[in-house]
């Protein structure tokens, strides 16, 4: 089935601690998207990719970086994870043409605790 | 920059009761307008969309109406299931710019 695969879909870390989530699609859509879920604040963008080789931060990018492996992958790295990192990470991808948004895809998410 | 306002939850309703939940937003231009639902241990599917003033996207029996003059894109479904239960967000894109999301509605619907 095409769609937006993550993994893993749960993580527990100690503080301090390092951890790649991955992404990965199969729709040919161009940009990609993480995003962070925490009670009570909805979605928050970390960071985006409109194509492959391009990145570029979002609303709370501190603390990760990103890669965009090429077209398919798009991975999210935390180097030294904290418990305000705790959180549900979502991965997106969207079909869009030249402006226009069709809307997103949204994989089944990572639950990630740090401790 | 864009924002979106969603009523705050839990909404808990009874099956087969009609459900109205608000969303107003802010944004120049012209943003495309999206419904998202989220069962629980899932991620976000997307219900509905409406691109243009006075469209109305519809999905599963949800509808919602794109109000220029209101700045609103209300969710409404005229008889809520069980199944329904969920959390709903509303979205907007402004074009090249990225979505975004309001904080989301629960909706706890009983038998």
């Known amino acids: 089935n095409a769609g937006v695969t993550q993994t893993p879909k749960f993580q527990v870390l100690k503080t301090g601690q390092s951890m790649t989530l991955q992404c990965a699609q199969d729709m040919n859509h161009n940009s990609m998207y993480w995003y962070r879920q925490d009670p009570g604040m909805g979605l928050r963008l970390i960071y985006y990719s409109a194509s492959e080789g391009t990145t570029d931060k979002g609303e709370v990018p501190n603390g990760y970086n990103v890669s965009r492996l090429n077209k398919r992958e798009f991975s999210l790295r935390l180097e030294s994870a904290a418990p305000s990192q705790t959180s549900v990470y979502f991965c997106a991808t969207e079909r869009d043409l030249g402006g226009f948004s069709y809307g997103y895809t949204f994989g089944s998410g990572t639950r990630l605790t740090v401790v | 920059g864009d924002s979106v306002t969603q009523m705050e939850g839990p909404v808990t309703l009874s099956e087969e009761a009609f459900l109205t939940i608000n969303c107003t937003y802010t944004?120049?231009?012209?943003?495309?307008l999206f419904w998202y639902v989220q069962y629980p241990g899932e991620g976000l599917q997307l219900l509905l969309k409406?691109?243009?003033?006075?469209d109305k996207g519809s999905n599963k029996g949800f509808e919602a109406t794109y109000r220029k003059e209101t700045t609103s894109f209300h969710l409404e479904k005229g008889s809520v299931q069980v199944s329904d239960s969920a959390v709903y967000f509303c979205?907007?894109?402004?074009?090249?710019?990225?979505?975004?999301f309001g904080k989301g509605t629960m909706l706890l619907v009983s038998p």
């Open positions: 944004a120049t231009g012209y943003p495309s």
């Open positions: 409406a691109t243009k003033a006075d």
């Open positions: 979205a907007l894109s402004g074009g090249y710019s990225t979505l975004t």
